[in-house]
């Protein structure tokens, strides 16, 4: 398989694994979960939701690599939806992870809003949409942070490594990719989630592969099985939404897990070896 790129590649070095803040590590081994609601709505419901995480995930189940997600700019289909709360969502967003003690990650989609995104928080991730913002791409090889480069849902393989190699070319070394699923014909769902490319990137690539199962899914019932498929194929972690009044969301209602859900899912991927 010819491939356009060159530092993504295996044969190009070392596997890589992402450093971040308080010690969590993607790609390491042991799996890493992003978890956390769609948007950061208010600085009370991002504290408690982060709070909860911590206290599941690293109190209960021991899990050592975990990390907070909150929007603060949102990609929307309709300008009249909730657009993010932006800086002032980074502001709670970094309390919220600091009474956790956990990092923290957004996705940034300007390239205008890298360096203060950078200031605030501990791993920035490229959206679906943004995966070949080529201008957004070179400004984010230029922090020393780690950065999630989603894939977008009608692009290659070979699409997808090209736009990490933007990252890597330019500087950037902490760079993890994450599927979000692809259009199909899956109508039920929300996209297909294409879990085919978890073993084809780890062969083809040394970056670490994370899945976000939420937004594949599109509806909450969905997601737990497919953290479990995701895990099984052996992807380096997952990303997953969660909501502590999921109906009440201002985005992404629909697919965001009830904390009670959440545990739930997380005790029992526990139980079966996967987490
Ligand atoms: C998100 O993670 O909130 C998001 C918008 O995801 P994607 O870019 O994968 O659609
Ligand atoms: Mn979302």
């Known amino acids: 398989m010819g491939m356009d790129c060159r530092l993504v590649l295996r044969e190009a070095g070392e596997q890589l694994v992402i450093e971040t803040a308080r010690g969590v590590r993607i790609g390491a081994g042991e799996p890493t979960v992003i978890a956390g609601p769609c948007s950061v709505e208010d ?3 991002i504290r408690e939701t982060a709070v909860f995480i911590r206290r599941l995930l690293v109190d209960e189940l021991g899990l050592r690599n975990v990390i907070i997600r909150g929007g603060a ?9 909730f657009q993010g709360h932006g800086v002032k969502a980074l502001e709670w967003l970094r309390e919220a992870g600091d009474a956790a003690g956990l990092p923290i990650a957004t996705e940034v989609m300007d390239p205008r809003d890298v360096a203060i995104a950078a200031e605030y928080v501990d791993v920035l991730w490229v959206g679906a949409r943004n995966m070949q913002n080529t201008p957004l791409l070179r400004e984010l090889a230029k922090i020393g942070k780690p950065v999630l480069l989603k894939r977008h849902f009608g692009t290659t393989i070979n699409e997808w490594l090209c ?9 950037n070394e902490q760079v993890a990719l994450v599927e979000r699923g692809t259009r199909g014909f899956n109508e039920y769902a929300r996209f297909s989630l294409d879990i085919t490319v ?8 040394r970056l670490p592969i994370l899945v976000d199962v939420s937004h594949p899914a599109g509806r909450r019932s969905l997601v737990p099985p497919l953290a479990a498929a995701a895990l099984a194929a052996g992807a380096d972690g997952v990303m997953i ?17 009830s904390f009670d859900l959440f545990a739930e899912t997380m005790r029992q991927l526990r ?3 996967l987490l």
């Open 43 to 45: 600085p009370d419901m």
């Open 73 to 81: 700019w949102k990609p929307r289909t309709s300008p009249y939806s």
């Open 163 to 171: 736009a990490a190699e933007y990252l890597l070319a330019g500087g």
């Open 198 to 205: 978890i073993p084809a990137v780890q062969e083809i690539s």
């Open 241 to 257: 939404e969660v909501h502590p009044r999921p109906d009440k969301a201002l985005s992404d209602a629909k697919q965001q897990l």
């Open 271 to 273: 139980r079966r070896g």
